[in-house]
């Protein structure tokens, strides 16, 4: 079986924002990034994935791109950049970093050209439309953020098309000269050295050229925005976006050893719709959102979620995430009376068992719990829209705690962007370093327990046991065999006990659990 670096691979996702301060401004940047890079190398991660930091107004802190090419100053300088990439290789790990190739910022050069004319050279690259005769918006569509997905532009007398903030107008991909400048954009990234790409918003690449109205949504659930009324069958999860993901690849391919991991989800996707967007034409592989939203935690959600995807998508290899900076945290969202300590622990454990690549967001191997962050604290355009009834992104966006002594937590000498929660300071990484029984300590014996077995790697997976509050399941590859246990409920229990097979992991093997929250065990052949 021939294995590419990244299946199997353990990704850390760097929000640099909220990473670490190395010039006192209160706001991550490269060069601090730069200077944690052993603390990387050491967790035992394989790669670095790195949120946006090019040039940007920071409306969607740095989602809204204005130059694809540049830095922001903000974060650093080009410079910074390729240090990070010349250090990472040194030490062993891979650069991965976002791409956003759906929409720009409204001052990106491209956009400042297409309003200024309809007869301008890049009038149709952003998606424009007239008016209703009434002067209402061409269609119903509407921003995942809040209101209309359309907006006037008095210069061109038209609306242009958002399916985010209005300071973010939607590419039109469905220009072949588009593509072709966001193609030289990947290829400018690959040539600096890159290994990876983060594709963001891929649901949302292209557009029904009709402009046909979405229709309603039959079903229920919770309803904080517009967008939640509506299926969004016309402006996501388009057949036209697969095009132009092969001429994507083509250009990956070209450069040995890259791969592409996209984000494609929505209460849309069709039950094949991954599949098709995953091949060896397309992306390489896609991470799930079945976890970051799939309710609470359980046997079932697990066992579910893994068997659908190898269901639906049996050549395809996955990327599973438990947190990231776009939901609340796990260890606060799946808290349920559990020793916070304990479940973060199990959470990794559980993470790193499963099989395919995994994301791991920055501060999860402390166990950070998700912040809380007063309303006029908040930086959020999407919290600050829907306040109270949804949780925001900046909970989870509060910066790293890399020290309990240091005023702002030893992450910057100035007040941060976003203010740290106090109840955070007892994750600090400098109360955890060298004491084996924290979550730091014992997420970097699972990474190497991992990283030693090729099982818990690359090998297949079968569920063995599923009650209301117990997981196990094998992973084979070769002739190795390892079993994984998991109590998720507060009971005794009779733990992992299987004939010959010895601990590595968790308790041992026939050990009754205790009450108390997550308890697992790993067990090899």
């Known amino acids: 079986m021939s294995l590419q670096w990244w299946q199997g691979a353990v990704v850390y996702q760097v929000y640099p924002r909220s990473f670490k301060d190395s010039n006192s401004d209160g706001i991550g940047d490269l060069e601090g990034l730069r200077s944690k890079l052993p603390y990387l190398a050491e967790l035992g991660v394989d790669a670095i994935w790195i949120s946006p930091f090019f040039k940007s107004p920071m409306r969607d802190y740095g989602y809204d791109i204005a130059d694809f090419k540049q830095v922001d100053p903000l974060f650093?300088?080009?410079v910074d950049f390729d240090r990070i990439v010349e250090d990472a290789h040194k030490l062993g790990l891979k650069i991965i970093i976002d791409q956003v190739y759906s929409h720009t910022s409204n001052?990106?050069?491209?956009?400042?050209e297409s309003r200024s004319s309809r007869q301008s050279t890049k009038a149709d690259w952003y998606v424009w439309a007239d008016a209703k005769p009434d002067g209402t918006p061409p269609n119903n569509w509407q921003s995942l953020f809040a209101g209309a997905a359309w907006t006037w532009d008095a210069r061109r007398q038209q609306y242009y098309l958002h399916n985010f903030l209005s300071e973010q107008p939607d590419l039109n991909l469905l220009n072949p000269d588009v593509q072709d400048a966001v193609l030289d954009v990947l290829k400018f990234w690959l040539d600096r050295g890159v290994d990876g790409i983060r594709v963001d918003a891929v649901s949302h690449f292209t557009h029904d050229p009709n402009l046909t109205d979405n229709p309603p949504r039959e079903s229920g659930g919770v309803r904080t925005r517009p967008v939640d009324f509506q299926s969004l069958k016309y402006?996501?999860?388009r057949p036209e976006t697969l095009e132009f993901l092969e001429r994507m690849r083509s250009v990956i391919d070209q450069y040995p050893g890259r791969f592409a991991v996209g984000e494609i989800g929505g209460p849309d996707l069709a039950e094949r719709g991954m599949a098709d967007?995953?091949?060896?034409?397309?992306?390489?592989?896609a991470y799930s959102f079945d976890f970051l939203r799939g309710g609470d935690l359980s046997p079932h959600l697990?066992?579910?979620?893994?068997?659908q995807w190898l269901s639906r998508h049996p050549?395809?290899?996955?990327t599973w995430v438990f947190s990231n900076h776009d939901a609340p945290r796990a260890i606060t969202r799946w808290h349920s009376q559990q020793d916070p300590h304990v479940l973060a622990v199990g959470l990794n454990a559980l993470l790193f068992s499963l099989r395919g690549s995994v994301c791991l967001y920055q501060g999860e191997e402390l166990g950070m719990p998700q912040a809380?962050?007063?309303?006029?604290c908040l930086k959020d355009p999407e919290a600050i829209a829907n306040w109270p009834l949804t949780l925001g992104r900046d909970g989870a966006r509060t910066p790293i705690i890399w020290s309990s002594t240091e005023r702002f937590g030893g992450f910057s000498e100035s007040a941060p962007w976003l203010p740290i929660d106090p109840k955070q300071i007892d994750a600090a990484a400098d109360r955890q370093m060298g004491n084996p029984n924290s979550v730091l300590e014992q997420t970097k014996h699972l990474l190497k327990l991992r990283q030693q077995s090729a099982a818990?790697?690359?090998?297949s997976i079968a569920f063995d046991v599923e009650t209301a509050t117990e997981l196990q399941f094998t992973r084979c590859y070769n002739g190795e065999q390892v079993h994984c246990y998991y109590n998720l409920g507060h009971e005794p229990t009779q733990g992992l006990s299987p004939s010959g097979y010895r601990a590595i992991a968790g308790v041992e093997c026939g050990k009754i659990v205790q009450p108390g929250g997550f308890q697992w065990a790993v067990a090899i052949g």
Do not use: A
């Open 456 to 459: 818990l790697k690359w090998g």
């Open 235 to 237: 402006n996501s999860e």
């Open 315 to 318: 050549n395809c290899w996955p």
């Open 277 to 285: 967007y995953l091949s060896d034409r397309r992306l390489h592989t």
């Open 107 to 112: 001052e990106h050069d491209w956009f400042q």
């Open 302 to 307: 697990i066992r579910k979620t893994v068997q």
């Open 372 to 376: 809380e962050v007063p309303f006029e």
């Open 76 to 78: 650093g300088t080009m």
